[in-house]
T-cell receptor
Framework: AQKITQTQPGMFVQEKEAVTLDCTYD???????LFWYKQPSSGEMIFLIY??????QNATEGRYSLNFQKARKSANLVISASQLGDSAMYFC?????????????FGKGTKLSVKP | NAGVTQTPKFRVLKTGQSMTLLCAQD?????MYWYRQDPGMGLRLIHY???????AKGEVPDGYNVSRLKKQNFLLGLESAAPSQTSVYFC????????????FGPGTRLTVT
């Protein structure tokens, strides 16, 4: 079973509008972290936002916010006031804290295109 | 502060050739990782290391070997390259296994013909 599911292969949004990118996760570990990364066409992985499983409040970083619904196991990324530079692939990832690996488990990504 | 660097950035290999990808970090991180990214996929873990001198297999380790002789360097080796290893390879580092931080290198684009 997939641990991270991103059901939207591609999304379009009008410039200056808000957009929500979906992410659901599956884990039996009570302690974990959820990440969102942006990958522009240049290829680098850019960290956007982090949410710990015990954090009481939803994380926010500038125009990015993470809508964390623990009972539903969802961690959607909300980008407010989209800009043309937001066009990129977006990956949701999870880090399970039980065990020694500490690696990130990635979803397949969502390609966001911002229209002028 | 260079963060995580990867060498080389691009490489083309013929089937059967060998090569080593170098990852270096200057943040004194204990944990280091090698991932591969294929079209339409997220990153998948190849091998990882939780400290100098230790390595372990990830999700897709076949055809690769790694070494962590120095804390700051994590090497990924392909002994006999195959077309299926055509991919973009990312190295990452993290201070601990539970940190909110995982820093990525810029990636290495490898093509095996």
């Amino acid at each position: 079973a997939q641990k991270i599911t991103q059901t939207q292969p591609g999304m379009f949004v009008q410039e200056k509008e808000a957009v929500t990118l979906d992410c659901t996760y599956d884990t039996s570990d009570p302690s974990y972290g959820l990440f969102w990364y942006k990958q522009p066409s240049s290829g680098e992985m850019i960290f956007l936002i982090y949410q710990g499983s015990y954090d009481q409040q939803n994380a926010t970083e500038g125009r990015y916010s993470l809508n964390f619904q623990k009972a539903r196991k969802s961690a959607n990324l909300v980008i407010s006031a989209s800009q043309l530079g937001d066009s990129a692939m977006y990956f949701c990832a999870m880090r399970e804290f039980r065990g020694s690996q500490g690696n990130l488990i990635f979803g397949k990504g969502t390609k966001l295109s911002v229209k002028p | 502060n260079a963060g995580v660097t990867q060498t080389p950035k691009f490489r083309v290999l013929k089937t059967g050739q060998s090569m080593t990808l170098l990852c270096a970090q200057d943040m004194n991180h204990e944990y280091m990782y090698w991932y591969r990214q294929d079209p339409g996929m997220g990153l998948r873990l190849i091998h990882y290391s939780v400290g100098e001198g230790t390595t372990a297999k990830g999700e897709v380790p076949d055809g690769y070997n790694v070494s962590r002789l120095k804390k700051q360097n994590f090497l990924l080796g392909l002994e006999s390259a195959a077309p299926s290893q055509t991919s973009v390879y990312f190295c990452a580092s993290s201070p601990t296994g539970t940190s909110a931080l995982q820093y990525f290198g810029p990636g290495t684009r490898l093509t095996v013909t």
